[in-house]
Structure formats: structure tokens, C-alpha cells
């Protein structure tokens, strides 16, 4: 009698294999994607450009009415929790209730690039009325020879990078005196060369050239086209319930609780 044999099978072998386990892409699709990308970069940065030339004048327009408004910036900055995190002092909080105004210049060259105001009355801090903090566009090399396509965008624009095309500036504070100081009382702390574990106070922002935590790209892109939301407690989780409170303002600012800030609507 003949035997047959049997083989026995590998382990695993009843697996069914994943038919998306691999996914060849020729040169002639890479070089497609990568010039559809670079067409959809370029509508999408002429769009935000466009937008950012309407949007200019409602700013301005904005701008007038917030600024009427007592203390709108700070309870809008503090209503961003990430903000919050880095003005969590008591002495930013009251340094903060000064703030007047906050207002945004954009480079005409490069419209993502922004220098940030924040503008102050008097106050028992520092004598300076606006405080800026500048981020510079440092256009790379070349850039001045290329040619504008159709959307007036070169090459080097849709490759622009905060990291590698930005160089931000340190503003002097005139602190009126040391007891005020708040980047004295509250310095930023370095365990490394490159690595900040404490921010400090938030006017260390102002105060030094590199902005480690992105606070500028927080305040430029993210609080400031969305104030009124901030202010009105509609982003993030702050509740925007009305709060019944008899109890009467306290104009002090050096008591002022911004940590959890909530509006108050008037009573008609």
C-alpha cells in the first residue's frame, strides 16, 4: 500500500492577507500627487490671502466696538485655555485688566507673518502703552528672482515655514520698578539648552526674542479672528451660562479673578 503524505501547514498559513498590505506607486503618480498638491497649496494660500484683504476693514470696524467694551481682551485671552496656562500669575491677571486693545500688523509681503499690539492705559506695571512683538519674515534664498505665477505666489511662498522663515523680536519693557516686574518675579526656567519646562510670566512673551510655546501663532490665528466667541465663552469649555451676581463690580484691578472670567450680561 502506498502512503500518501500530508504536508502540514505553516502556522498562520489560514490567515487571509490584508488586501491593502501594500500599495505600489509608480514615479509617474508620485510626480502627479506631488504636482496636484502643490496646485491645491497654491488655491488654498491665494483663498487665505483674499481673505485676509476683506477681512481687513471688518477688523478695523471691529476693533472700535471691542475697544469700548472694559477689559474684552482680557477675559478674551483668558477664555483660551492654552492662554490661560501661561498667564496663570496673579500678576499677569492683574496686568492683563489694563489691556485695551490687541491688534494685529500684517507683513505686506507675506500676509501669514504678523506683528502683535497690546495696548494698555495706565498702569502701576510698565510705562509703555503698546507692547509689541514682532515676527519678521526672512524670505529665503533666491526668493527675490523668482517669478510671480497667475495668483501672484512664487515657489518659495508656497513653501513657506513659521519655524525656518520667521524671526521673531524681543521688546524692552519699561518696568517701573523691580517689585513690578513680573519677568523677574516670574522667569522662565530652562532645564536644557532647548528645552523651556517654565514658561514663567506671560510678558516673558514680550520680553524675549524666541516664543517657545507658539504663543504669537495662539494669539495671530486662533484668539484674535475669534474674539467675540473667546469673550463670549463659545469656544472651548468655558460655560457661557448668565450668572446671577448681586454683588457689586469691584473696580480694583489688583483683585481682579481672570482664571475662569465669565460675562456678565446687563440688566435692561
Not at 497649496?41 to 471691529?62: F, G, V
Not at 486693545?101 to 502701576?124: A, G, H, M, Q, S
Amino acid at each position: 500500500m502506498t502512503h500518501k503524505r500530508v504536508k502540514r501547514a505553516s502556522p498562520g498559513a489560514d490567515e487571509q492577507k490584508n488586501p491593502l498590505g501594500e500599495v505600489e506607486l509608480s514615479d509617474e503618480d508620485a510626480r502627479k500627487l506631488g504636482e496636484i498638491q502643490k496646485v491645491m497649496q497654491r488655491a488654498e494660500i491665494a483663498l487665505e490671502r483674499r481673505a485676509i484683504e476683506t477681512l481687513a476693514p471688518k477688523y478695523a470696524a471691529r476693533r472700535e466696538i471691542l475697544k469700548a467694551i472694559p477689559k474684552f481682551w482680557a477675559v478674551a485671552l483668558m477664555n483660551n485655555e492654552l492662554f490661560a496656562m501661561h498667564a496663570q500669575h496673579h500678576g499677569d491677571q492683574a496686568a492683563l485688566a489694563y489691556l485695551e486693545d490687541v491688534w494685529l500688523v500684517r507683513d505686506p509681503l507675506e500676509t501669514r507673518v504678523f506683528t502683535i499690539e497690546f495696548y494698555f492705559k495706565e498702569n502701576p506695571y510698565f510705562s509703555n502703552a503698546v507692547l509689541k512683538k514682532e515676527f519678521k519674515y526672512v524670505a529665503p534664498e533666491g526668493a527675490a528672482n523668482e517669478t510671480p505665477g497667475e495668483d501672484g505666489l512664487t515657489d518659495s511662498m508656497i513653501d513657506f515655514n513659521w519655524e525656518r522663515d520667521i524671526d521673531s523680536k524681543a521688546f524692552k519693557i519699561d518696568w517701573k520698578d523691580d517689585g513690578k516686574n513680573l519677568t523677574k518675579l516670574y522667569p522662565r526656567v530652562s532645564n536644557e539648552p532647548d528645552d523651556v519646562s517654565e514658561g514663567g510670566s506671560f510678558f516673558n512673551f514680550f520680553e524675549s526674542a524666541e516664543d517657545p510655546f507658539d504663543i504669537g501663532v495662539l494669539i495671530g490665528n486662533d484668539i484674535f479672528p475669534d474674539a467675540i466667541e473667546y469673550f463670549l465663552g463659545q469656544r472651548g469649555d468655558v460655560d457661557s451660562d448668565e450668572e446671577e451676581d448681586s454683588d457689586d463690580d469691584d473696580d480694583d484691578a489688583e483683585e481682579i479673578d481672570l482664571e475662569k472670567p465669565r460675562v456678565k450680561r446687563a440688566k435692561h
